[in-house]
């Protein structure tokens, strides 16, 4: 049928639309290529010839900074400092031999360490860098760079190493970092690549492993033109890495600066926590290490003396020391008896000496005992057989509840690595550890904090820290994220009779300031910052009755791991807590004598914010302490200085 005029006209316009749009595309398409093809060969020239005369473009990845640690006054405690380095990539150097030989001639290298450095390059990929020598000087630097033609493959670096400017002050707290190792690697999945470039420093211990995640930050890279001897020509473009996040811990510099020259050679711990926050301000175990020489790479001289030293120099004794807690315990234990309505602040039991139970004798540290003792003299005179009789009497499973709402037996969060969880032992416990039922001297024995009962020092400073306020008191390290405030919890009630309390603190007031108080010598005088303490003494060696027939040999005529360990817990100031404080001093003999004026001297600092003045000292303690003082090289006020956060 043949078609109108009509129908071939719409025919013959639909047709011609197609054709445009067909042509339309076209023309976009030509031009787009047009477009490209003189990106290339105007924009883009110099580099396509590079390439065709056997050059290559690589993209290298840039290590970010690692993120800063600042005290709570924003000092760093952790940075970094400039490090110059030498990489080789085996792709690139062609016959590394004979580029490490060259390279020997302008960097000293040892047999071993060009022994070392082969094995490491044929166990890497090809195209893996391998760190050939860091912390070069600028002449070493420089005169690698000169001779970089001779050098095929070999990269001249200029980076960020982790340094700690206080040295062994935060060295347990902190930790360190140091090389990824393959067992690293083994334990993440999904490996960031920044892992796996040369030297790159990982968080091993502490804090800086706990918060890797915010203070490694994220790589960058640059793209380089490489020729064909593997020698890099030029930097083609550069997107620099994002830096760690600042973290900001609740430490004060000065203070733990403090309590660690304080603490000196001593095998020991201190905890000194703000009760109203939760904030630990000071976190010292002794002896310290200088975590700079695992990031430089420890020796193995140093490091054999740090595992063989007998005070365990490696151990953080705050939060990985378990001891038995001796007569700081004894606060537990008492409000646990007055809480079960066992006993009030008024009740008396006797002692002689000595408490008979079942053919044995559970002895009193005064072997001429203490007659009728109530329960804030229980405290002040730290007569065990006070407990012995009000544990048979509350029983095991009480005195446990009450040492977990205490913060004993309870693992403590916080970014610090092996943190103990302690022991409060009950009947389910005994049963479960040991398949044993309780006995009643394992009560006993648990009253004064012996037998079974471990306590770190960051709990007895938690504990300390509850019995002040009556709160739940939360420890916390961290205050803030770059610049970004960590929450500070509201502390929940204990849920303790406020009369209780009162008897607790009333006897811990005794034993500072009461006449016969045991820690009455390390009392201060001052009377905005009255002291609340209680000490302690664990034994480390079972005492026979041989022994006590003809005279409990004393602690300075045993050898140093035989000795009592020495404890004391205090707070102040009395009326109104502010800081709470707990000191541990393995093997240091009596708690009253060795424990209770590290720690009084201790809070004393946090109290002043700095030195306190020498008449806050009872007469007799004064020049004992000017003494010590003469003998400290203390951090100095630091200048004001504002550390910003990552952008």
């Not at 976009?28 to 110099?46: D, Y």
């Not at 334990?187 to 960031?192: T, V």
């Not at 038995?324 to 039991?349: D, H």
């Not at 700095?610 to 806050?616: F, M, Q, V, Y």
Request: charged share 25%; hydrophobic share 40%; proline share 6%.
């Amino acid at each position: 049928m043949r078609k109108s005029q009509k129908e071939i006209a719409e025919s013959s316009r639909g047709i011609s639309r197609r054709v445009l749009m067909l042509g339309v595309i076209q023309a976009s398409v030509i031009s787009v290529l047009g477009l490209r093809l003189r990106s290339m060969q105007l924009e883009h020239a110099e580099e396509f010839r590079l390439l065709s005369d056997g050059n290559s473009i690589k993209i290298r990845l840039l290590p970010p900074a690692r993120g800063l640690i600042l005290d709570r006054n924003g000092t760093i405690i952790a940075g970094n400092e400039q490090n110059y380095r030498v990489t080789l990539t085996r792709a690139d150097a062609g016959d590394v031999s004979t580029v490490i030989a060259r390279l020997r001639k302008i960097i000293p290298m040892s047999d071993r360490q060009v022994s070392d450095l082969m094995a490491e390059i044929r166990r890497r990929s090809a195209v893996t860098p391998i760190m050939v020598a860091d912390r070069l000087t600028w002449q070493e630097f420089s005169s690698v760079a000169l001779n970089a033609p001779t050098l095929p493959g070999v990269t001249p670096e200029s980076g960020l190493s982790r340094s700690y400017p206080r040295a062994g002050d935060f060295s347990h707290v902190l930790g360190y970092v140091g090389p990824v190792s393959d067992y690293d690697l083994s334990k993440i999945d999904n490996p960031d690549p920044v892992l796996r470039l040369p030297e790159f420093q990982l968080g091993k211990v502490g804090m800086e492993a706990r918060l890797e995640a915010p203070l490694r930050g994220k790589a960058g890279n640059r793209r380089v033109e490489v020729n064909s001897a593997g020698r890099e020509m030029r930097e083609l473009s550069r997107v620099e890495g994002q830096q760690g996040a600042t973290v900001q811990t609740t430490l004060d510099a000065r203070l733990q600066n403090f309590a660690t020259q304080r603490l000196g050679s001593e095998s020991a711990a201190a905890v000194v926590i703000d009760v109203t926050n939760g904030d630990i301000v000071a976190i010292s175990s002794s002896p310290v290490f200088d975590p700079n020489k695992f990031v430089r790479g420890i020796s193995g001289p140093d490091y054999r003396e740090l595992m063989n030293h007998d005070h365990r120099p490696l151990a953080d004794k705050t939060v990985q020391g378990a001891y038995p807690p001796g007569s700081t315990f004894k606060m537990v234990t008492l409000l646990a008896g007055l809480e079960a309505g066992v006993i009030n602040a008024g009740t008396r039991f006797y002692c002689p000496g000595y408490l008979q139970l079942a053919g044995r004798r559970f002895h009193c540290w005064s072997r001429g005992g203490h007659g009728s003792v109530d329960a804030i003299g229980s405290l002040e005179h730290s007569c065990d057989v006070y407990y012995y009789e009000l544990a048979q009497r509350v029983g095991i499973d009480r005195i446990a509840a009450m040492a977990r709402k205490l913060g004993i037996g309870v693992r403590h969060d916080l970014p610090m690595s092996a943190i103990t969880e302690g022991i409060a032992p009950d009947r389910a416990w005994k049963r479960a550890r040991y398949n044993q039922e309780w006995q009643v001297g394992d009560s006993v024995n648990a009253s004064i904090g012996q037998g079974y009962v471990l306590a770190s020092p960051l709990q007895l400073a938690v504990m300390t820290a509850r019995v002040a306020t009556g709160r739940e008191v939360i420890p916390r390290l961290v205050r803030s994220i770059d610049g970004v405030p960590e929450p500070v919890p509201e502390f929940a009630d204990l849920g303790l009779n406020p009369l209780n309390l009162r008897t607790a603190r009333g006897g811990m007031d005794a034993v500072m300031n009461a006449e016969r108080g045991t820690a009455r010598r390390s009392r201060t005088v001052a009377p905005e910052w009255l002291m609340a303490g209680k000490t302690g003494t664990s034994q480390v060696r079972n005492i026979t009755a041989a022994e006590r027939a003809r005279g409990v040999i004393r602690n300075e005529q045993l050898p140093w791991n035989r000795r009592d360990h020495a404890l004391f817990v205090c707070y102040a100031p009395f009326d109104a807590p502010r800081y709470a404080v707990s000191c541990v001093v393995e093997h240091g003999g009596g708690g009253s004598a060795v424990a209770a004026p590290i720690a009084r001297d201790i809070l004393l600092f946090a109290l002043a914010g700095g030195l306190p003045p020498i008449t806050a000292y009872p007469d007799g303690e004064r020049e004992k302490v000017q003494e010590i003082w003469s003998r400290m090289n203390l951090m100095p006020q630091p200048t004001t200085k504002t550390v910003r956060a990552r952008a």
